[in-house]
């Protein structure tokens, strides 16, 4: 049973910084691609960066250049540092973990995944 614990969601004003963490427990970390993904209200999921097992990241037209995605296989963790926050970036952030040690296509297919975290809400507001 894998389990995904997200934190570092929070309150920010347009153009401020925050950084989430994902940490992994349960099963092995390094070989899945990962993923983090945002949700509001009435709205479907959203990819916005994924990572796979080696390295190769991809990121949403949305967030490119803004945020980034990195992880730590030492520690489990996946990273999403987003910085120059806009309003429109507000959401609930989800990580997720892969079925594979890459994503098939982006932005990838939920199906692609096979644990979530429970969500981190970020605000972004003046």
């Known amino acids: 049973q894998v389990q995904l614990v997200e934190s570092g969601g929070g309150l920010a004003q347009p153009g401020d910084s925050l950084r989430l963490s994902c940490t992994a427990s349960?099963?092995?970390?390094?070989?899945?691609?990962m993923a983090w993904f945002r949700q509001t209200p009435g709205k479907e999921r959203e990819c916005v960066a994924a990572i796979n097992s080696i390295g190769g990241i991809t990121y949403s037209e949305s967030t490119k250049g803004r945020f980034t995605i990195s992880r730590d296989n030492a520690k489990n963790t996946v990273y999403l540092q987003m910085n120059n926050l806009e309003p429109e970036d507000t959401a609930v952030y989800f990580c997720?973990?892969?079925?594979?040690?890459?994503?098939?296509?982006?932005?990838?297919?939920?199906?692609?995944?096979?644990?979530w975290g429970q969500g981190t809400q970020v605000t972004v507001s003046s």
């Open positions: 997720a973990r892969g079925v594979r040690p890459y994503i098939s296509s982006f932005p990838p297919p939920t199906q692609d995944f096979e644990a």
């Open positions: 349960g099963r092995p970390f390094s070989n899945r691609a």
